[in-house]
């Protein structure tokens, strides 16, 4: 059985934390049906250690806006606490959880909802992977 993705991030450079949070937030998350831009003002020339923490308070105000995001922001929380990760890692761990389970929209069925978390982990993965390449990371099964 392949490692979890949460595995993988202790071991990747803050720069790849920070490419893969920013397709999380961005182009993950339009999937997703949550359109966000980041405020590049505030986020400007912030090094990673501050840039990532930014960028998810952002992203966070933007979509945590009714109960059900709400919930899922607890979720995910709970789940990354789980996991035992600390700093920039554990933040990369929660939004890519919290963005995982905004796919399943109200009105899914619990079938439904599993496929499209299954898929959204899958892509997750998938970049992960290409990210880690880049950045000249292998991730270990």
């Given at each position: ?57 952002q992203f ?22 789980n996991h ?58």
């Open positions: 059985m392949p490692k979890a993705l949460h595995e993988h991030f202790a071991n990747l450079p803050e720069a790849a934390l920070q490419e893969f949070t920013q397709w999380c937030v961005t182009q993950q998350a339009r999937e997703a049906g949550y359109e966000f831009t980041p405020n590049e003002t505030k986020l400007g020339e912030l090094p990673t250690e501050d840039y990532i923490p930014e960028l998810v308070g966070m105000d933007m979509t945590r806006k009714d109960i059900r995001t709400g919930l899922v922001a607890t979720f995910a929380g709970k789940q990354a606490d035992s990760l600390s700093g920039l890692p554990a933040m990369v761990d929660f939004v890519s959880l919290y963005v995982k389970h905004l796919f399943p929209a109200e009105g899914n069925d619990e079938k439904q909802a599993e496929e499209l978390i299954t898929k959204a982990s899958e892509q997750q993965f998938e970049k992960l992977s290409q990210i880690a390449q880049e950045h000249n990371v292998k991730l270990s099964a």
